[in-house]
């Protein structure tokens, strides 16, 4: 394609990233403001224009999927030979030329899973784990490397950064990278983490191999950088070799993977570590109606995951709409029919997701669309009878049930099928660790509440009953599907969108989930919701359940996330007007007393905005409300010096974004505020 024809498919935003060929540029791009189509246009100009010889590109993201879109974007403008890779597939790719070059011998085996390993190194240890804290092991295996996190200091990184395996100790867990990486090292095998480490090395180690790899690749562009985990960035800084022509794009408000290492610093830090870099906001979202735009707008306003305001490109649509249901049966129920309705109005199926935070609760929705024998898929997750732990609960008591088991004195069958699933390892509170340990013990729970909601509908049913109705759903859910409404977590939908969205479960304690305890755990929850928002093009639907099973008493509220979007007959019932009864830290939830009360968050818990520049703030509302003669709340509240202390806005539009601030006070006081944050 011609030049000029590239640049005229662009909005003012997306022309100005092409247009910066010479790094370093950073577009921070806003959830559907056409990113991909931005840098693969930017690549494809460089090259018509003659700044890129296309062998010397090399264009980076983290999916398959993503770089094999890329590729064929690239094709379709001109740019057929340009390299568009994960970070793994690009270093495998050198690692396997340069290896046997450099040391004379065949690369490891790549293994495809680490599980063997970890069994072979808890042997060492003389642990025996099952397989959901052998998974989980993995995963904080693969952390710690991503992290550059040696195995002497796992345990004091561990410890400060709340990180936990259930039932193992961090010194342990230590211990057992070290056995890991002998097991590893014994048997001639390399892991996924291991192709970017042993990459890096080459590079650091041998300067020829650095020359050349820098003669291929002399332009980088790196798409989802928010997602850069310490390892990726090390490897990457080794490719430039202290060049700056580079382009990366991300979102700060869609970093949903710090648990796995990702660090949306290296994208907020830039600049900083990229003396003039050109920055460019994508703003225009082309995906969703003005209606979803503002909600997510609203859900990140004036806290710490605020990034790019959006603003809808498409005409109005329906307004979002916000339900609270009795129970979780209820709540799935309502779904369906609502699925029903739009499918009768012509909407594919295919164009229709539920998202949720958590696969166990999945199998509600699985059981009410099998009801209205609508169709669905699963993404990202086994459907919930073909998981180990769901299967093997159900076999087992197919067996208790076909064997005359009967519960203990004064117990009855539901008590039989907690005792049978307490044999597995399910416990009547949840596990404080997350992973596969948590996964299975949502399943189990979903089952134990599936057993007590079966004996509230009749008493006279007994554990065969319940038994055939398990087998009834598995046999039920397993019908094959052409084409389906996409079932799914937060996590899973990430760069997918449908017309139709409906998030379930919007609980707290689901949302943000129990285990999400610090302040950067809950706003990572948040930007989850956010992330399940931006997937929706026309219709929103949010709701929760008061309760889990039909029966049982309303004790649940909707999620803290959602009170400034919710109608006010919705929100939780906010404390009266000097009412005496404990307060609750801002950060964690927890009652407080004594002198955190004035802190509003507990002696732990730590603030997430600067203290200093808070209390400076204070010093100045002080004389301010003095001069005029009024209360010091009314210039500003705490909570509003406090977003500004932690955002630091630095222009009256970024003021405006906070909440408490409106034309009136940005008149009055903006200059002020906005001169102190400039010496400060």
Request: hydrophobic residues 40%; aromatic residues 6%; glycine residues 6%.
């Amino acid at each position: 394609m011609a030049a000029a024809d590239l640049l005229s498919a662009l909005d003012p935003e997306q022309r100005a990233v092409a247009e910066t060929l010479r790094g370093p540029v950073r577009v921070l791009a806003g959830a559907g403001t056409g990113k991909t189509r931005a840098i693969t246009h930017r690549i494809a100009h460089g090259v018509a224009t003659g700044v890129y010889a296309p062998t010397e590109v090399l264009a980076v993201t983290f999916t398959t999927r993503a770089a094999g879109e890329m590729r064929g974007r690239l094709r379709s403008l001109g740019a057929p030979t340009v390299q568009a890779r994960t970070f793994h597939s690009a270093a495998l790719r050198q690692l396997r030329y340069f290896w046997p070059h450099t040391h004379g011998t065949e690369l490891p085996e790549l293994t495809a899973s680490k599980i063997s390993m970890v069994v072979a190194a808890a042997r060492t240890l003389r642990l025996r784990p099952d397989q959901a804290m052998l998974r989980d092991l993995a995963s904080e295996i693969e952390w710690a490397k991503v992290s550059n996190v040696r195995p002497d200091d796992y345990a004091a990184i561990a410890v400060a950064r709340g990180r936990s395996v259930s039932k193992v100790e961090p010194e342990v867990v230590g211990r057992m990278i070290t056995a890991y990486e002998d097991v590893k090292r014994a048997q001639g095998r390399m892991d996924m983490e291991d192709v970017l480490l042993l990459t890096a090395g080459l590079l650091a180690e041998d300067e020829r191999v650095a020359a050349q790899v820098r003669r291929q690749y002399k332009w980088f562009v790196v798409d989802e950088f928010q997602d850069v985990s310490p390892l990726q960035s090390a490897l990457l800084d080794l490719w430039l070799g202290g060049r700056d022509e580079i382009c990366v794009v991300g979102d700060p408000a869609q970093t949903i993977y710090s648990f796995a290492g990702a660090n949306a610093d290296y994208l907020r830090d830039f600049p900083v570590k990229h003396p003039g870099t050109t920055s460019v906001e994508l703003v225009r979202n082309y995906r969703s109606t003005p209606q979803v735009v503002t909600a997510a707008n609203t859900l990140l306003a004036g806290t710490g995951s605020t990034s790019v305001e959006l603003r809808a490109q498409r005409p109005a649509g329906s307004a979002v709409s916000y339900h609270g249901h009795p129970d979780e049966v209820a709540e799935a129920s309502a779904v369906a029919r609502e699925i029903a309705r739009q499918r009768a109005a012509g909407r594919p199926l295919a164009e229709i997701a539920i998202l949720f935070r958590i696969n166990a609760q999945s199998e509600a929705y699985e059981e009410a669309l099998t009801s209205a024998t609508i169709p669905y898929v699963i993404r990202g997750a086994a459907r919930f009878f073909d998981r180990p732990e769901v299967r093997e609960a159900v076999t087992r008591l197919r067996g208790a049930a076909r064997g005359g088991v009967n519960p203990a004195d004064g117990d009855t069958w539901v008590d039989l099928v907690r005792d049978t699933l307490a044999g597995q390892g399910w416990t009547p509170d949840p596990p404080e660790a997350r992973g596969q340990t948590r996964d299975r013990w949502e399943s189990w729970q979903a089952i134990v509440s599936q057993a007590e909601a079966h004996a509230a509908e009749a008493p006279s049913r007994d554990l065969g009953s319940f038994v055939d109705d398990l087998d009834r759903r598995a046999s039920e859910q397993h019908a094959p599907v052409a084409e389906g409404v996409t079932i799914a977590t937060f996590h899973a939908a990430k760069g997918l969108e449908w017309d139709s969205v409906f998030l379930v479960g919007l609980q707290d304690g689901t949302l943000p989930i129990t285990y999400a305890q610090t302040p950067a755990a809950i706003e990572e929850e948040r930007r989850l919701l956010y992330v399940g928002m931006t997937r929706a093009r026309v219709d929103l639907a949010l709701s929760w359940a008061q309760a889990r099973n039909p029966g049982q008493a309303a004790r649940r509220k909707p999620s803290r996330f959602l009170d400034p979007l919710l109608p006010d007959a919705d929100r939780a019932p906010a404390k009266a007007k000097g009412s005496r009864g404990a307060r609750t830290c801002v950060e964690c939830g927890k009652p407080l007393s004594g002198t955190d009360k004035a802190r509003r968050r507990c002696t732990d818990c730590p603030a997430p905005y600067d203290e200093a520049l808070f209390e400076r703030l204070r010093g100045w509302r002080l004389e301010r409300s003095r001069a005029e003669e009024i209360a010091p709340f009314m210039v500003f509240s705490n909570a509003t010096l406090e977003a500004v202390a932690e955002l630091r806005p630095s222009s009256p539009k970024a003021l405006l974004a906070i909440s408490g601030i409106g034309p009136d006070k940005l008149d009055r006081y903006g200059e002020d505020v906005l001169a102190l944050l400039s010496e400060d």
